[in-house]
């Protein structure tokens, strides 16, 4: 069945440095592949998305790279600020395969210290 | 963007009440709109699909008769804890779906902390 795998946590990074997060999934048919994040005490929101292969996910400086060779949509941020500080989730949706039900990887708590 | 909001952001009650929590589209309709429930520091469980019109779709292992979801409108989901216990605390989160096919996207409602006493 589908599923996602993400980077065990948690990442402590200092600001200004790079981050790399690994998501992989496995899904029978075509999915659409989202990053959520979920900030201290609230809800998910949608950071970046995409719908087909080679497509590029972009918002706030984090980007993500549908790679359908590889089953990766890593997520990547050149230079992490203190406000990036949160958890950030790998999820994939695949409505001719799963119906209306997205695959949500374990997360990854990301500290980034000033 | 899309705005879900949830109602109440925060409960506690005591053993045996039932609690009901209410998930809105703020700027769209969603005839399909979702129910997870958060353990600390874990990953979303999907516990049911609701959907407007009809009754919800329960998972495999939420009880139906305790987590009773009515889908009303096409911008309102509750979701209501009967005789919550203390292993119900939880954050519960809800989504509504926007778009369709590849443009299909759930939008997160802010979550509501239970804490049963």
């Known amino acids: 069945g589908d599923s996602v795998t993400q980077m065990e946590g948690p990442v402590t990074l200092s600001e200004e440095a790079f981050l790399t997060i690994n998501c992989t999934y496995t899904?029978?048919?075509?999915?659409?592949l989202f990053w959520y994040v979920q900030y201290p005490g609230e809800g998910l929101q949608l950071l970046l998305k995409?719908?087909?292969?080679?497509d590029k996910g972009s918002n706030k400086g984090f980007e993500a790279t549908y790679r359908k060779e590889t089953t990766s949509f890593h997520l990547e941020k050149g230079s992490v600020q203190v406000s990036d500080s949160a958890v950030y989730f790998c999820?994939?949706?695949?409505?001719?395969?799963?119906?209306?039900?997205?695959?949500f990887g374990t997360g990854t708590s990301l500290t980034v210290i000033p | 963007g899309a705005v879900v909001s949830q109602h109440p952001s925060r409960v506690i009650c005591k053993s045996g009440t039932s609690v009901k929590i209410e998930c809105r589209s703020l700027?769209?309709?969603?005839?399909?709109m979702f129910w997870y429930r958060q353990f600390p520091k874990q990953s979303l469980m999907l516990m049911a699909t609701?959907?407007?019109?009809?009754?919800?779709?329960?998972e495999q292992g939420v009880e139906k008769d305790k987590f009773l979801i009515n889908h009303a409108s096409l911008t309102l989901s509750t979701l209501t804890v009967t005789s919550a216990h203390p292993e119900d605390s939880s954050f519960y989160i809800c989504?509504?779906?926007?778009?369709?096919?590849?443009?299909?996207?759930?939008?997160f409602g802010p979550g509501t902390r239970l804490l049963v006493l």
């Open positions: 700027d769209f309709q969603a005839t399909t």
């Open positions: 609701s959907n407007e019109g009809s009754k919800a779709t329960y």
């Open positions: 989504s509504a779906q926007s778009g369709q096919g590849s443009q299909e996207t759930q939008y």
């Open positions: 999820a994939l949706s695949d409505p001719p395969n799963t119906g209306n039900q997205f695959y």
């Open positions: 899904a029978t048919g075509y999915p659409s």
């Open positions: 995409a719908t087909k292969a080679d």
